[in-house]
């Protein structure tokens, strides 16, 4: 079994940043592909943000992209997202995964049905 354990949510103004963290433990391998989904209150989880196990590719959905930017540390086992330019749509409790990176096509990262181990969140507050 995989554990994913994420922290660095918190309170923010508009305009300003955060850096989340993801760490894996137990059963891991480097292989994995690694994402960050969010959750905002009265609405689905979405898809944020993907990487590849060795980091040749990254994905972003479209409200994020150019503020956002994921990167890992496969020594740490851990992923990280990188929240620049937050807004208050950004409010959402944001969640980790992870999965083999076995599968080809850009839903192996996007669709959140690809990924078996989840995070338990963490709270992402921006104000205005």
């Known amino acids: 079994q995989v554990q994913l354990a994420a922290s660095g949510g918190g309170l923010v103004q508009a305009g300003g940043s955060l850096r989340l963290s993801c760490a894996a433990s137990g059963r891991t391998s480097s292989s994995y592909r690694m994402g960050w989904f969010r959750q905002a209150p009265g609405k689905e989880r979405e898809f944020v943000a993907a990487i590849t196990w060795n980091a040749d590719n990254t994905y972003y959905a479209g409200p994020v992209k150019g503020r956002f930017t994921i990167s890992r540390d496969n020594a740490k086992n851990t992923v990280y997202l990188q929240m620049n330019s937050l807004k208050p749509e950004d409010t959402a409790v944001y969640y980790c995964?992870?999965?083999?990176?076995?599968?080809?096509?850009?839903?192996?990262?996007?669709?959140?049905?690809?990924?078996?181990?989840w995070g338990q969140g963490t709270q992402v507050t921006v104000s205005s």
């Open positions: 995964a992870a999965d083999l990176d076995d599968c080809s096509g850009n839903t192996c990262y996007t669709r959140e049905y690809n990924y078996n181990y």
